[in-house]
Each structure stands twice: as structure tokens, then as C-alpha cells.
């Protein structure tokens, strides 16, 4: 008999047939002797919902109180599985994070999972019964409700599979499985049979929501085996492996793209020793985090300074350049907050000259201006006008042959 973890998202389980649809799945799960402990999001909307009613109050509530009030949007829906469950004759109990144990730090509203206690869990299932969990939230030692982040289900379906050491961990979507880039904007994209968590976690980390960032690392570290999946039709999705087999061996595995950023630039700053962090020190202390960074060689001792932050923050940036500019002798304050990043991503680009000028070029052949560049060993970023995005991400889909089996 197997264990599993199957979490289903906001639109699988967004209006009562589709949980009625889940209820149904599971229970054809369950008459294949497998045992099952199911984690769901909330309703598609709920948490935004949730976010733009304590908006109308507060520009910035306390996270604390933030928490209290978006875990209630998983609450509605474990009880609701539940009753279907036991509507349709299956035993089913439903329960909040901390409930069911899951303890995090006090990191509200991007709180980590610092241990499961499974009992309850592991009671339930001796029982015959369904778990239910409210996923992207937790509990503090301190008994404060604390939530993972925009998308934490993931990371509680993946945690918790971990700590009930179960034989697979299935995140059931919206989409078929892990695509060479969003289906949702380049219909070409092809479903990846797997890919590696390196990839994968790069591929989270530089914008693709599939998956949470986090919940991959936690399964990279923890050995749990992770697949992606369809709600709404059979097929074996994506699983997240750790050695690529050569048949899917690609140079490139994907195209990530992140809407969330804005650029800034200090204009004609003095080219001395510590400017960079006259400039990000303060940038830092406000606690905005840094993405891209590009200082331009200066010829006649100034130098334009420009770096990427998250649209969020894009304001209160903004804010301070305009506070040290003149302390620094620059000369001007500009920034861009309709810009996105585009990234090319492959651990198979490692040893591969050209893909660079393949990207460029590509990029150059439809009109596209690049803003600003990155690399790392594994992939390529750049920043374009927001304009650009589907252009761009199709684009490069076509230059790198990714619709087509490698
Ligand atoms: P859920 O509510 O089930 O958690 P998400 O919206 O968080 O679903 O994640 C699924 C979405 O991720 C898809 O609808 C798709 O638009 C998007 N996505 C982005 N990049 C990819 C990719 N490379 N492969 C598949 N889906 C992707
Ligand atoms: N409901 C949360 C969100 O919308 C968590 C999740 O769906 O994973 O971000
Ligand atoms: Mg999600």
C-alpha cells in the first residue's frame, strides 16, 4: 500500500463541481488501496480577495494580522473537501495547519516550516480515514497562525510528504505538468516527461509559478519524489528527477519570465571606491531585495548606475534614490516599473558557446531591445519592455527548437 501527497490548487478546487471533481478523484485513489492525505489551496481569487479587502483599511497591515486574516481562505475549502468526501461515503477529516501540526518561525507571511508533528495525521490514516490540510500555512511555538508566501501550498504538500516519508508527492494543477515554458503564453510550449530539480529550481527561481521556489528546494533536500499533474485529465505529468535521462538531455529546458520587476537608474554618478553601496545600503535597510545590478564603465569619471527590484517596492526605491542623489552628486534619478525579466534556462548551456548570441540575435530579429543582461552558468536573463513579453518568450521558444523532442 502507498502513501501519497496530492495538493490540489486555487482553480482545481475554485467553484463546488470542481471540488466535487477532487472528492471524486480521491476517492478513486483511495479504491486502489493507496492511502492519501490531501492539501489544497484556496478558492481561485480567495487570497487576492482576501489581500484587497485589508488594503481598503491599511496601505501596509501588520503581517501578523495579514496571516490571520489569508489562512482562512485554505479553511473554507478543507472543510468543504471534507464534507464531499463524507457526502459521497468516504471517511474524511479536515485540518488546519496547526492542527495538523506544521510549526513554522515567525516569519509572518513568508514563514519556513521548521517541523511537522504527524500524529494526528498518522491516526487519521490507521483509521481509514482521509486527511485533509489546509495548506500554505502554519503555526508559530508561540501559537501565532503564520502563512509560506504567495503559493506555499506547495511547500505544505511537499513538507508534509517529506515528514510522512510518502511514496510520491503529486501537485495537481491547472496544467498537465511542467511545460518548456508557459503554455499560457507560447502554445507551442512542449511538457517536459521530467526535469531536474536543478532546473526546475531555477526555473521557479527566475519567475515560473508552477511550483513554489520553496517547495523545491524542500523536496531537492529532503529526497522526496515530486510530480505535476493535471485536476482536470489522466496523464503522468511531469516528474522532478535528479539526473536527466539522456532522451530528455536538451541543451535548454525552459523559458522563465518574471512580470514582477521594476528598474531604477542613478545618472552620472562620481565612478569612485563605495558608491555601490552608498547606493544599495540604504536600499538594503529598507529591506527591498536586489535582483539585477549593471554599473556601466565610466569614461569621464561618472557612471550610471541600474538595478532591478520588485514591482512592490518599486515606490519606496524610487523614494530613496531621489533622497541620496544629491548627497551622492548624481545627476539625475530615472526608472522603469513596465519592464520584465526573460530567461533562458539549461544546465546543458554549462558547456555551450553561442546560445548568447542565439538569444540576441533572436531577439534582435524581432525588433526586441534589451535593457539589461545577466548570466549565470545555467541560464541568461534579460530585461526587456514589458510590451515585449510574448514576443520575446516565443521568440526564443522558436530559436531553440523547444517545441520539438530533443
Ligand atoms: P495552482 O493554483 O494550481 O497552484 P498556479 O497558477 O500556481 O496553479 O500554477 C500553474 C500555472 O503555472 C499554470 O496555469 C501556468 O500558467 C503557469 N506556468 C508558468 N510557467 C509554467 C511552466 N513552465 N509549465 C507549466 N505551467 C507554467
Ligand atoms: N492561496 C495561496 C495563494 O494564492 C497559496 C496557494 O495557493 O498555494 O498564494
Ligand atoms: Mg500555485
Known sequence: MALYVNKYGGTSVGRIDRIQNVAEQVIKARQQGDDLVVVVSAMSGETNRLLALAHEIQEQPKPRELDVLLATGEQVTIALLAMALEEKGCPARSYTGAQAGIVTDAAHTKARVESIDCDVIRADLAAGRVVIVAGFQGVTEEGDITTLGRGGSDTTAVALAAALKADECRIYTDVDGVYTTDPRVEPRARRLKQITFEEMLEMASLGSKVLQIRSVEFAGKYNVPLRVLSSFEEGEGTLITYEAQDMEKALISGIAFNRDEAKLTLERVPDRPGIAHQILGP???????????????????????????????????????????????AEGVTGDADIVKVSLVGVGMRSHAGIASTMFKALADDGINIRMISTSEIKISVVVDEKYLELAVRSLHEAFDLGKEP
Open 283 to 329: 536600499i538594503a535597510d529598507a529591506n527591498i531585495e536586489v535582483d539585477m545590478i549593471v554599473q556601466n564603465i565610466a569614461g569621464d569619471g561618472a557612471t550610471d548606475f541600474t538595478f532591478t527590484v520588485h514591482r512592490n517596492d518599486y515606490k519606496k526605491a524610487m523614494d530613496i534614490l531621489q533622497q541620496i542623489r544629491q548627497d551622492l552628486g
